[in-house]
């Protein structure tokens, strides 16, 4: 059966502190490793991650994937309020499977 | 821009009523899924649709099925609703795999159904 194990489940930091969320995976016919942020409504999209070794960065955060190790990290540096939300982290195939998301607060 | 449109946001229901969770994308999208999500249970799928009136279980099926009439609208329907059911529900859509954004998911804004 396939799985995504997110780590931790919650998380609360002080502002500007930088975090880093966990995602490992067993999964079969592995396409892509997506993260999701989401806030109060739907999940926005984050990043995709289809190659190992790859950094991809937007602002403030990144990501990278290690295809080796079947896991993936999600790095927020100098944290913000706005950053509070629950992050999710979902394989790519056929039908993307989810994780149960890491509950970030970020305390002013 | 894309849009994923859920009908309802707020439901109340009694157990035993019949309900209907409608969704539209506007994208043109082949794919279509129905997950829920509750706490410390993250998002688990439900169903999902690679096309018109084609449908797949996903890991939770139970207790649901759908109907894809049209590519744009996948229906989620709950036969008798039951308290365990209590949930957020969400809808969302993509590509195939090999298309487009390639697996990106683009969710609707959420469903929350209260089963009284």
């Known amino acids: 059966e396939d799985k995504v194990v997110q780590s931790p489940l919650s998380l609360v930091v002080h502002e500007g502190d930088t975090v880093t969320l966990n995602c490992s995976y067993e999964v079969t016919n592995f396409r892509s490793l997506l993260w999701y942020k989401q806030e109060k409504k739907a999940p926005t999209f984050l990043f995709m991650l289809t190659s190992s070794g790859i950094e991809k960065k937007s602002g403030r955060l990144s990501s990278i994937l290690d295809k080796k190790e079947l896991f993936s990290i999600l790095n927020i540096t100098a944290t913000q309020t706005g950053d509070s939300a629950i992050y999710l982290c979902g394989w790519g195939g056929e039908k993307l499977t989810f994780g149960t998301g890491t509950r970030l607060t970020i305390i002013p | 821009d894309v849009k994923v449109t859920q009908s309802s946001r707020y439901l109340v229901k009694r157990t035993g009523e019949k309900v209907f969770l409608e969704c539209v994308q506007d994208?043109?999208?082949?794919?279509m899924f129905w997950y829920r999500q509750d706490p410390g249970l993250g998002l688990r799928l439900i169903y999902f649709s690679y096309d018109v009136k084609m449908k797949e279980k996903g890991d939770i099926p139970e207790g649901y099925s759908v109907s894809r009439e049209k590519k744009e609208r996948f229906s989620l329907i709950l036969e008798s609703a039951s308290t365990n059911q209590t949930s957020m529900y969400l809808c969302a859509s993509s590509f195939p795999p090999g298309q487009g954004t390639d697996g990106e998911l683009f969710f609707g804004e959420g469903s929350r159904l209260t089963v009284l």
């Open positions: 994208m043109d999208h082949e794919n």
